[in-house]
Antibody
Framework: EVQLVESGGGLVKPGGSLRLSCAAS????????MSWVRQAPGKGLEWVGR??????????DYAAPVKGRFTISRDDSKNTLYLQMNSLKTEDTAVYYC????????????????WGQGTLVTVSS | EIVLTQSPGTLSLSPGERATLSCRAS???????LAWYQQKPGQAPRLLIY???SRATGIPDRFSGSGSGTDFTLTISRLEPEDFAVYYC???????????FGGGTKVEIK
């Protein structure tokens, strides 16, 4: 059974930093393309960014609102995904979900088939 | 960036009725790169449809997707009590900076 368990959320002041983790199990993590998707309270979904598998280059991509402030990384030896968030703003307040990208015949399709339960990040003074 | 506009914002229907949800893109989207998700309160989203019309694993056949270009539709043929939720469309553009979600349609019990 695929499991994604996020942790590390909490209350942080504007300008502060926080690191989220996502522990993965039930699938071959090293082969997966992983993304973070967030949802502000009462609002819709927003893609944050993605990291490809190392065999596919291990590169990252970010949405414009977080580019230069957020960094996604992975530790395949620990089956863990990370989101380092710096220079946090009040508008970053959201539930952050860890997701896997659907692959068919080894090709990632840009859709998210497994999701964690999310971790809440609150940015407030 | 491609903007996805979902309508209506809220759909009030009774169990057993047919639901038709619309997702309109600001520019043409390849059908291969359009998906639909369902989200219930307090839960993570669930992938329903990808590639505009392919059902994800375990999704009942009362859910179907269609459309091309800029207009896409999610249809629920007969609403079951567990189908009352918020539905989001999502597109994946040719570059990763173009991955966007629609604003959602809430399907509520009439």
């Amino acid at each position: 059974e695929v499991q994604l368990v996020e942790s590390g959320g909490g209350l942080v002041k504007p300008g502060g930093s926080l690191r989220l983790s996502c522990a993965a199990s039930g699938f071959t993590f090293s082969n997966a393309w992983m993304s973070w998707v967030r949802q502000a309270p009462g609002k819709g979904l927003e893609w944050v960014g993605r990291i490809k598998s190392k065999t596919d280059g291990g590169t990252t991509d970010y949405a414009a609102p977080v580019k230069g402030r957020f960094t996604i990384s992975r530790d395949d030896s620990k089956n863990t995904l990370y989101l380092q968030m710096n220079s946090l703003k009040t508008e970053d307040t959201a539930v952050y979900y860890c997701t896997t990208e659907l692959k068919i015949f080894g090709v990632a399709l840009g859709f998210f088939d497994y999701w964690g339960q999310g971790t809440l990040v609150t940015v407030s003074s | 960036e491609i903007v996805l506009t979902q309508s209506p914002g809220t759909l009030s229907l009774s169990p057993g009725e047919r639901a038709t949800l619309s997702c309109r893109a600001s520019q043409s989207v390849s059908s291969s790169y359009l998906a639909w998700y369902q989200q219930k309160p307090g839960q993570a989203p669930r992938l329903l449809i990808y590639g505009a019309s392919s059902r994800a694993t375990g999704i009942p056949d009362r859910f179907s997707g269609s459309g091309s270009g800029t207009d896409f539709t999610l249809t629920i043929s007969r609403l079951e009590p567990e189908d009352f939720a918020v539905y989001y469309c999502q597109q994946y553009g040719s570059s990763h900076s173009g991955l966007t979600f629609g604003g959602g349609t809430k399907v509520e019990i009439k």
